[in-house]
């Protein structure tokens, strides 16, 4: 039987809610401050910080300071004005964007604290295969489920606007930002043969590691 396979990391894929509920596309409109530096790409991982705008957040292993930012989900697109006058709705924020005077650079971020997301298991960009891959075959791939996860973080595509981030390997270290829900049965199988894939996985977020589920907030 032929599987589906994945060509690279996508970021993080929302796909409904931990209690079965369909995503449908809800998001909250964040400010990204004019002319920041750093790209940030649909399916990337946002923090807020002290100013009330968002930033790329560089989460690996464990959450940031809370007394400086902290994860407030995905991001899905963004919007501005450019140098023309045009409203400009795109997939990602080029880096060093600016707001001309009187407009803001609006992102639309997936915030929902109990959201699933798909995501490809790898190393860097590299696939996982069967020896070194979170799932090692289709006897043992379910034993993930309920261990947590690590962040990847990939600089992401200029073609496509998609990110690149993945998840890594699981553990039972409770700081690590990701638990894993479930596998994507169609992508989960390692075949053991050295083809070069990308299995995904079913992940959400880890307690205290999105801002609304930590005491003290932002």
């Known amino acids: 039987m032929a599987y589906p396979t994945v060509s690279a990391p996508y970021g993080l894929k929302p ?31 946002v923090e807020m910080i002290n100013d009330g705008t968002i930033i790329k957040s560089a989460i690996t292993s464990a959450r940031a300071t809370v007394t400086t930012s902290q994860v407030i989900g995905v991001f899905l697109g963004c919007s501005y004005v450019n140098a023309q006058g045009q409203t400009i709705f795109a997939q990602y924020f080029p880096a060093n964007t600016s707001a001309p005077t009187g407009t803001v650079i609006t992102a639309f971020v997936c915030n929902d604290p109990n959201t699933l997301f798909k995501a490809v298991i790898a190393t860097g960009t590299t696939a996982n295969d069967a020896t070194s891959g979170l799932l090692p075959s289709s006897t043992t791939q379910y034993t993930v489920i309920g261990t947590n996860v690590e962040l990847v973080q990939n600089t ?4 496509t606007g998609d990110s690149k981030v993945a998840v890594a390997a699981s553990a039972t270290t409770g700081t ?13 199988y390692v075949n053991g043969s050295g083809n070069v894939v990308y ?3 079913i992940v959400r977020w880890n307690f205290e590691i999105h801002t609304t589920t930590i005491a003290s907030g932002v």
């Not at 690590?176 to 992508?187: F, H, I, K, R, S």
């Open 176 to 188: 690590l930002p990701m638990n894993v829900v479930d596998v994507v049965p169609e992508t989960s």
């Open 15 to 45: 796909i409904n809610l931990y209690g079965g509920t369909p995503f449908a596309g809800a998001t909250r409109q964040y400010k990204i401050a004019s002319a920041y530096n750093t790209s940030i790409f649909y399916g990337d991982v």
């Open 199 to 201: 299995p995904e996985i």
């Open 156 to 159: 992401g595509s200029t073609s």
